[in-house]
Nanobody, 125 residues
Framework: VQLQASGGGLVQAGGSLSLSCAAS????????VAWFRQTPGKEREFVAAIKWSGSRTVYADSVKGRFAISKDNAKNSVYLLMNTLKPEDTAVYYC???????????????????WGQGTQVTVSS
């Protein structure tokens, strides 16, 4: 399985960015795809996740109401629309795939077996 994340960049506070995560090598049915982010010296933190079957979504409190995760079945892809960005959203964003947790959406890094390469998001004040 390969995950390709893209769409990062530099944006002013209050602006928007959209990230994409394209999966190859495996269909995403019955899996969970999530976005995490990480800044230097800090642990990777959960941002949002979507269950492929049923489309259940979960968000971190810090992004609830500002970010929206969605998927495109035909393109085997997941997206993260980020609105009203803040300087504290600056991080490297990673998409990740959990292939084993069926009953719920996990927010824990160690539940996700496959990771994309990361894409930098920088929000200037």
């Amino acid at each position: 399985v390969q995950l390709q994340a893209s769409g990062g960049g530099l944006v002013q506070a209050g602006g928007s960015l959209s990230l994409s995560c394209a999966a190859s090598g495996r269909r995403l049915s019955m899996n969970t795809v999530a976005w995490f982010r990480q800044t230097p010296g800090k642990e990777r933190e959960f941002v949002a996740a979507i269950k492929w079957s049923g489309s259940r979504t979960v968000y971190a409190d810090s992004v609830k109401g500002r970010f929206a995760i969605s998927k495109d079945n035909a393109k085997n892809s997941v997206y993260l629309l980020m609105n009203t960005l803040k300087p504290e959203d600056t991080a490297v964003y990673y998409c990740a795939l959990d292939t084993t947790t069926v009953a719920f959406v996990s927010t824990f890094v160690n539940r996700y077996e496959y990771w994309g390469q990361g894409t930098q998001v920088t929000v200037s004040s």
